[in-house]
C-alpha cells in the first residue's frame, strides 16, 4: 500500500499546509482529510494511514484540547516530527455579501480566539460559531442558500478553493501568530537523534503534595535538561487531579534525557513517552547553550563507567 496522511480536514486548513511542508514530495492524492482530530489519531491507530498530522498548540491560544486529550488517553501513537506554520487569518463570504450584511461567522476555535479583537471592533453584532475548521466554515459558507453562516474566518487558501471572496485580510488579532503541528506514527522505530532534538511526555504525579511539582522538574534540572513547554491537564478523574504535558530538549537516545526520564518514571504514578523527534525550530540560533561542565553525554558515559569499575572492586 502506498504512504497515505490523514490530517484535520476538509481541503485547504492551516493542518493541510502543514502536511504539505511535513511532507512536499508526497501527491495529493495520499493526503487524506478527517472531519476532526480524534479522526486522524483513529485512522493513524486502526492502520488506515501511515501517519497523520494534527494541530498541537498555538503561540497565542496555547493547546488544543482535543489533540492533548488524545495523547493522554488513547491508545499510544508516537510524535515522530512537528512544524510550526505561521497563520494568517481572512474573512471570506460569498459574492455579492458585503461587510455590514455578516451576521453569523463561523471558524475554528483556536481562529476564533485569535481574532476576537478585529471580531469586537468591526463585527460587534455579528454571532460567531464554532466548527471543525476554518476550511470546514469556508466550506460551509460556500453551501449557499442552505448555509447558516454568512463568512468564514480561514486561510486565503480554503476561501479560493470554495470560491469564496475575501472581506477583509489580515483579520487576526497578533500578526506574528504560529501554529505547531505534529505529525504522528504508530508506535514503532524512534527518529534518530539530530543534535536538535525534543522529547515530549506526560507525567501523572502518585499523589499530591508539597513540592510534587518541584520533585518533577528537579530531575529534569539537575541533568541539566532544558524544558521547553510545561502544561497541567486534568485528567478526568475528578476535579483538581492533573497529569503533566512536558516538553524537553533532546532525544530519548541521549544519556541526560534518558536519565531524567528514569528518574520521573520512579517518581511518578506513570509517564507515557509521547515521542524524541526534530526540533522545528533547529537552526534557529535559539537552541539549548552547550551544557555545561558535568552535564554532557560524555559525562553521563564516564559516571557509568565509574559506577561500573567501583562496584567491580576497582577503587580509582
Ligand atoms: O482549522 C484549521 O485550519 C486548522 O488546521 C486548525 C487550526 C485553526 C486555527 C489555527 C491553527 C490551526
Not at 492524492?29 to 498555538?58: H, I, S
Not at 486561510?155 to 488579532?173: F, K, Q, T
Request: hydrophobic residues 40%.
Amino acid at each position: 500500500m502506498s504512504n497515505r496522511y490523514a490530517y484535520l480536514g476538509p481541503e485547504g486548513t492551516f493542518t493541510e499546509a502543514a502536511l504539505r511542508a511535513l511532507k512536499p514530495d508526497a501527491p495529493a492524492a495520499q493526503f487524506v482529510p478527517c472531519n476532526g482530530v480524534d479522526m486522524v489519531f483513529a485512522a493513524v491507530r486502526r492502520g488506515e494511514a501511515t501517519g497523520g498530522v494534527v494541530p498541537l498548540e498555538n503561540s497565542v491560544e496555547g493547546g488544543v484540547s482535543a489533540t492533548t486529550a488524545e495523547l493522554v488517553n488513547g491508545d499510544p501513537l508516537l510524535i515522530t516530527a512537528e512544524i510550526a506554520v505561521a497563520v494568517e487569518f481572512t474573512l471570506f463570504a460569498r459574492r455579492g455579501t458585503a461587510l455590514p450584511d455578516v451576521k453569523r461567522v463561523a471558524t475554528h476555535s483556536h481562529a476564533l480566539a485569535q481574532c476576537r479583537g478585529w471580531l469586537a471592533a468591526n463585527l460587534p453584532d455579528a454571532e460567531a460559531h464554532i466548527v471543525s475548521s476554518t476550511a470546514a466554515a469556508a466550506q460551509s459558507v460556500a453551501e449557499e442558500p442552505s448555509s447558516p453562516y454568512d463568512a468564514a474566518i480561514c486561510a486565503r487558501i480554503a476561501g479560493e478553493r470554495y470560491g469564496l471572496v475575501p472581506l477583509a485580510e489580515g483579520v487576526g488579532d497578533r500578526a506574528e501568530a504560529a501554529t505547531r503541528f505534529i505529525y504522528l506514527s504508530r508506535p514503532g522505530t524512534l527518529p534518530e537523534p539530530t543534535g536538535a532534538d525534543r522529547t515530549s511526555l506526560v507525567a501523572f504525579l502518585p499523589h499530591d503534595h508539597p513540592g510534587a511539582l518541584v520533585e518533577l522538574l528537579t530531575q529534569f534540572a539537575v541533568r541539566d535538561v532544558n524544558l521547553t513547554r510545561l502544561e497541567s491537564r486534568p485528567t478526568g478523574d475528578g476535579l483538581g487531579t492533573y497529569c503533566f504535558f512536558m516538553d524537553a530538549d533532546g532525544h530519548v537516545a541521549e544519556a541526560r534525557v534518558g536519565e531524567a526520564l528514569m528518574g520521573l518514571r520512579r517518581i511518578c504514578k506513570d509517564v507515557r513517552f509521547l515521542g524524541s523527534y526534530p526540533r522545528a525550530d533547529a537552526g534557529l540560533g535559539h537552541l539549548r547553550p552547550a551544557a555545561r561542565i558535568s552535564t554532557t553525554n560524555d559525562d553521563f558515559h564516564e559516571a557509568e563507567q565509574w559506577l561500573a569499575r567501583i562496584r567491580a572492586g576497582r577503587v580509582g
